[in-house]
């Protein structure tokens, strides 16, 4: 065997195998370290020549106790696990809510040039001035696109903008003598994050309940308001995927009782370029830009979530942002004490900006519009296509973006929504979402976005019709035990919630068991 | 005599609150809950506690105003005697009524059963 001048052995594939079962198509792959072991090393590094003094007594006493595993190896498990990935870039993601849309490879290409990828937040900023137009740029297409007089663009994801928002809206009140509001009004179709910010910045809620038709309740709104209401937080299109037609007059009455109205914009993908929120009445509006305006997500890279500010909240807004000053940009830090502070210790996701003005730069303001009537108009068709054997919780009105099923025509099947969900995973695709909005039972939200073409669309709804078809048959089965097919059969996910096991043990270190 | 909200819940003529078998039916496998103080005080319809499952997470409401004065503790350890034994071991807190005569309010037993077809 030989040895690295550490003392550990060197060499490939010494320990486990890294295929266990399965074939090398669909590896059942292990944790890096049962491939790789303590004894061995996969690097040769020099003999260390500094004695340890230099460190000061803090040089390792014991073990590094990591897997010595080749740069081949580790590379190898890290393609393999991403190979039992699914994701948007293999095949159609119909995540309602999520917007799992394309993500152009444009985009890609313009964040890696190095005029913005390889700068540092702390440079001179007369040597990133490129980076500042294009953070202004930017800016200025979401205040064009909302109609709205100020944007942050810092907030680092849709949440952490709700709570920008929410802070912009309490510090207006503060400085207006009104910081004795202390109740936020939240539909039961709204986001499950607008509750859980106006908790969070220690508002108490207020539930509005929705209509038979799934929208706001405007009366229930009006009833609501009183003086000690703040704000109201609703969605639009809100979660059911409806437009919620009476939301100026909603607007109206709010800022009457002298609150202030949030929208919760992760659902601007359906409307940009063709309503400005901002003339519907919004003093304040997130905008994701990992949803609307194609930036990855969900595991493929960083959210950002901009909240743009109505002329009342624009003084409120936190630093920094980009200002012109003697003919060059600058970073404004440091504004009168009105601003919030900061919400980031820097600028926000600045390879997201990039990515997100590409997106607008390439469609152009007419192409967005079209981008978002396109999603709507594949959610509608794959509405039209099921509804004749799903049920629809809200029937006799189109939808937005997303299409909404409840679990109804599955009555007496022993199918259940989770179990649908699970078998479309065999068939090929990523499910649903399921079980929200609350407001529906077994909800089945589909979002399909502009990205898909009629042939997709057209082959996920064959799918779900036959599985519909067969739940009811009676075959089911072939639901209860899905997913036969994906790298994993059905997890229990009773257990893993109930006792999760949350840190790795070596086998020979695990006490034996008793049974 | 045991009456019901329209949140399924129940609350005995002791006081004692949990939730409905039909309603952790519709929530599935509890996994965690959420428990008030004893000594708490709470006006009807306060949020009280919350039951999480592997569906969603769900807000229990005070069904009258009282004081907390004892919760089980055995759900921390086995949240799921609230799907196999809602009514009995799957209690969740027990209440000293401010006015009993809140609870009339509620419904009896025939008129939830009707809320639940």
């Known amino acids: 065997m030989s040895m690295n001048t550490q003392g550990r052995p060197t060499g490939i594939g010494t320990a486990a195998p890294a295929v266990t079962s399965g074939s090398s198509l669909l590896p059942n792959e292990p944790l890096l370290f049962e491939i790789g072991d303590r004894e061995h090393s996969g690097v040769d590094l020099p003999d260390v020549e500094i004695d340890g003094s230099?460190?000061?007594?803090?040089?390792?006493?014991?073990?590094?106790?990591l897997a010595g595993l080749t740069e081949p190896e580790t590379l190898r498990h890290y393609v393999r696990l991403s190979r039992l990935n699914y994701s948007i870039d293999s095949g159609m993601y119909p995540l309602g809510s999520c917007t799992m849309k394309h993500n152009p490879r444009l985009n890609e290409k313009m964040a890696r040039l190095p005029g913005f990828a390889d700068i540092h937040p702390l440079q001179p900023v007369s040597t990133v001035q490129g980076a500042l137009a294009l953070m202004e740029e930017l800016a200025h297409w979401l205040m064009t696109l909302t109609n709205t007089a100020a944007v942050s663009l810092t907030p680092k994801a849709g949440a952490h903008g709700e709570m920008c928002g929410m802070m912009a809206i309490r510090a207006a009140q503060q400085a207006a003598g009104q910081g004795h509001r202390t109740v936020v009004l939240v539909p039961e179709s709204a986001h499950g994050t607008n509750p859980a910010t106006a908790a969070s910045l220690g508002y108490s809620v207020r539930s509005i309940p929705a209509r038979d038709d799934g929208t706001v309740d405007v009366e229930a709104v009006k009833?609501?308001?009183?003086?000690?209401v703040a704000a109201i937080m609703l969605t639009n299109p809100n979660t059911c995927g409806l437009f919620e037609p009476e939301i100026i007059e909603i607007a109206a009455a709010v800022h009457e009782a002298g609150a202030f109205f949030y929208c919760d914009g992760a659902n601007f993908n359906a409307i940009m370029g063709v309503v400005r929120p901002g003339d519907l009445g919004i003093d304040a509006m997130h905008i994701n830009l990992h949803k609307t305006f194609s930036t990855p997500h969900g595991g493929g890279g960083p959210g950002a979530g901009p909240v743009v500010l109505s002329e009342a909240l624009a003084p409120f807004a936190p630093v920094p942002f980009v200002r012109k000053s003697q003919g060059s940009l600058?970073?404004?830090e440091h504004a009168e004490a009105r601003h919030l502070g900061r919400i980031t210790a820097f600028n926000g996701q600045m390879g997201m900006y990039v990515r997100a003005l590409t997106y607008m730069l390439s469609h152009g303001g007419d192409g967005l519009a079209q981008a978002a009537k396109d999603a709507v108009l594949n959610a509608n068709y794959i509405k039209a296509r099921l509804e004749h054997v799903f049920s629809v919780p809200f029937p006799g009105q189109p939808c937005m973006h997303e299409a909404l099923f409840d679990d109804s025509f599955l009555e007496g099947s022993g199918v259940s929504t989770l179990d649908f969900a699970k078998a479309l995973i065999d068939e090929g695709f990523h499910p649903m979402t399921m079980y929200f909005p609350l407001v529906v039972h077994g909800a089945m939200l589909v979002e399909p976005t502009e990205s898909e073409s009629k042939q997709t669309l057209d082959r996920f709804c064959d799918v779900m019709l036959e599985l519909a078809a067969d739940a009811k048959a009676g075959n089911s089965p072939r639901f209860t035990s899905a997913p036969t097919k994906a790298p994993r059969r059905r997890?229990?996910?009773?257990?893993?919630?109930?006792?999760?096991?949350?840190?790795w043990e070596r086998p020979d270190e695990l006490p034996q068991a008793a049974e | 005599m045991t009456k019901f909200t329209k949140d399924h819940e129940y609350i005995t003529a002791?006081?004692?609150v949990g939730i409905t078998p039909y309603a952790q039916e519709q929530l599935g496998d509890i996994v965690y809950v959420e428990l008030p103080k004893v000594g708490q005080k709470l006006k009807q319809g306060d949020e009280a506690a919350v039951v999480e499952s592997v569906k969603a997470a769900s807000e229990i409401y005070a069904p009258a105003s009282g004081t907390v004065t004892a919760v089980n503790d055995g759900?921390?350890?086995?949240?799921?005697?609230?799907?196999?034994?809602?009514?009995t071991d799957g209690w969740i807190f027990k209440l000293a009524l401010d006015n009993p005569a809140e609870l009339d309010g509620l419904m009896d037993a025939d008129a939830y059963a009707k809320l639940t077809e």
């Open chain 2, 14 to 16: 002791d006081g004692t």
């Open chain 1, 330 to 332: 600058a970073l404004v």
């Open chain 2, 75 to 87: 759900l921390s350890g086995e949240p799921g005697l609230i799907n196999s034994t809602p009514e």
């Open chain 1, 491 to 503: 997890l229990d996910e009773t257990r893993a919630a109930r006792s999760p096991v949350l840190t």
């Open chain 1, 54 to 65: 230099f460190l000061g007594g803090f040089e390792r006493q014991s073990e590094i106790d």
């Open chain 1, 223 to 228: 009833a609501a308001l009183s003086p000690d």
